[in-house]
């Protein structure tokens, strides 16, 4: 006999049935089924195969049950491991309010993990911002860090703050990393710069993924660099690193490709070619051409492209004024500009818009999807968490009709929107 004063026991995870196309790690299932409890997927696949002991006659129930409508698809929550911030909200101003604001818009529009992107700073600065960011990740609305400098060239700051700019200073970037407890995944440096080896070991010594960027090298100083990186990588042990080191925003930041001055975009495609390491495109139409988006997967495959929107607290917004931590920025047309100096300060757009231009460009959609969830999972360790509509992961999928126009955000099982 039941004790009717007995306390109530655990609550039922919630079920959630999604029946319709959905893409998967083997491509797109039309005839698809996805099975959500609690935070995580219990089932991803041809909807006439599922047969999970979970799941009763009930649970068909039209509350927990979603049929798609024509045209209509899933795909996994996007990952974007270079952002600044949106909505108004941003992460190099350090402000813990600022950044959830953020946050939340980000989540809601498709991009259910991220890093917070800082810029150049001071380091009082800097260490500040590290800490709102690092409890924010052990909160799990954040995926890590990306620290985009100090360690940069002065000749490629574009809208980096030259006055913070450093040569790479190991106790500071020991301070940086001590502050981070953890929580920094990533970290842009440009490799001409005295002290740049050693800051290469000491990132990869903690786990801390060195990503080339904001650079006037040479081809041969980029190569050497990325391979002293990927080697730091693969000697760690570290869970949660990829093994291998990533590129900040091909081709931005750096001195474009020529003939008879290669520079650091030939390096970085060779190592991304061979798997040795992944680029960032901020494939927006304003950072990059189409053509050369699409060119860039066609050398180098997406297996070795994270696409990123380097986005700032414009993105979702109407043209007007900003900041980008403390330097003023207008938007025009949609297009983010420092106003000290006219360089391109950051992107307007969303991940899902990115991916939505990539296919633009020319790349096929699996691929484009592949370069915004797979790969920069795996940049974070993260592929057997998130990235992908796989049985244990954790549930975040979107439900995009045709033209991948946005319908709904799941996050760990929870509907956003």
């Known amino acids: 006999m039941t004790d009717p004063n007995a306390a109530p026991g655990p609550a039922e995870p919630a079920k959630t049935l999604i029946l319709g196309p959905i893409v998967t790690d083997h491509g797109l299932v039309e005839d698809g089924l996805l099975a959500v409890e609690g935070d995580r997927i219990v089932y991803s696949?041809?909807?006439?195969?599922?047969?999970?002991?979970?799941?009763?006659?009930a649970d068909l129930d039209p509350a927990n049950l979603?049929?798609?409508?024509?045209?209509?698809?899933?795909?996994?929550?996007?990952?974007?491991?270079?952002n600044h911030g949106g909505n108004g909200g941003d992460f190099p101003s350090g402000d813990e309010a600022s950044a959830r604001?953020?946050?939340?818009?980000?989540?809601?529009?498709?991009?259910?993990?991220?890093?917070?992107?800082?810029?150049?700073?001071?380091?009082?600065?800097?260490?500040?911002?590290?800490?709102?960011?690092?409890?924010?990740?052990?909160?799990?609305?954040?995926?890590?860090?990306?620290?985009?400098?100090?360690?940069?060239?002065?000749a490629r700051c574009g809208a980096q703050n030259p006055a913070f700019l450093l040569d790479p200073d190991?106790?500071?970037?020991?301070?940086l990393?001590?502050?981070?407890?953890?929580?920094?995944?990533?970290?842009?440096?440009?490799?001409e710069l005295p002290g740049a080896a050693e800051l290469v070991d000491l990132l990869t010594a903690h786990g801390v993924t060195p990503s080339v960027g904001h650079t006037d090298c040479d081809s041969a100083t980029a190569a050497e660099s990325l391979a002293q990186a990927r080697d730091g990588l693969d000697?760690?042990?570290?869970?949660?690193?990829?093994?291998?080191?990533?590129?900040?925003?091909l081709f931005n930041g750096m001195p474009p490709m020529h003939h008879r001055s290669p520079g650091p975009v030939a390096a970085c495609l060779r190592a991304a070619k061979a798997g040795h390491a992944a680029v960032e495109l901020v494939a927006d139409n304003t950072h990059l051409d189409p053509e050369t988006v699409k060119t860039v997967f066609s050398l180098v495959g997406a297996a070795n492209i994270a696409l990123v929107t380097?986005?700032?607290?414009?993105?979702?917004?109407?043209?007007?004024?900003?900041?980008?931590?403390?330097?003023?920025?207008?938007?025009?047309?949609?297009?983010?500009?420092?106003?000290?100096?006219?360089?391109?300060?950051?992107?307007?757009?969303?991940?899902?818009?990115?991916?939505?231009?990539?296919?633009?460009?020319?790349?096929?959609?699996t691929d484009a999807l592949l370069s915004a969830t797979v790969v920069p999972a795996e940049v974070l360790g993260l592929t057997d968490e998130l990235g992908s509509l796989r049985r244990g992961l954790r549930a975040d999928a979107l439900i995009v009709a045709d033209g991948l126009e946005l319908q709904r955000v799941m996050r760990a099982g929870e509907w956003l929107n």
Not at 45 to 57: L, M
Not at 236 to 247: A, E, L, M, N
Not at 319 to 335: E, I, K
Request: proline share 5%; glycine share 14%.
């Open 45 to 57: 696949g041809r909807a006439d195969h599922f047969d999970e002991p979970g799941f009763t006659s």
């Open 66 to 82: 979603i049929t798609l409508p024509a045209g209509h698809r899933v795909i996994p929550g996007l990952v974007d491991i270079h």
């Open 101 to 154: 604001t953020a946050v939340e818009f980000l989540h809601r529009a498709g991009t259910t993990t991220l890093l917070a992107s800082m810029v150049t700073a001071s380091a009082e600065d800097l260490l500040k911002g590290i800490g709102v960011y690092a409890k924010m990740t052990g909160e799990g609305l954040l995926a890590g860090i990306h620290l985009e400098g100090p360690f940069l060239s002065h």
């Open 170 to 175: 190991l106790v500071l970037a020991a301070a």
């Open 177 to 191: 990393i001590e502050a981070g407890q953890g929580a920094i995944a990533t970290m842009t440096y440009a490799p």
């Open 235 to 249: 000697s760690t042990g570290f869970d949660g690193v990829s093994g291998r080191p990533t590129v900040t925003h």
């Open 310 to 365: 380097d986005s700032m607290a414009a993105a979702g917004l109407a043209d007007g004024q900003y900041m980008l931590g403390p330097s003023p920025v207008t938007v025009a047309g949609g297009v983010a500009t420092l106003d000290a100096t006219g360089s391109i300060a950051g992107g307007t757009a969303t991940l899902l818009d990115v991916v939505r231009r990539t296919v633009g460009a020319g790349v096929k959609f």
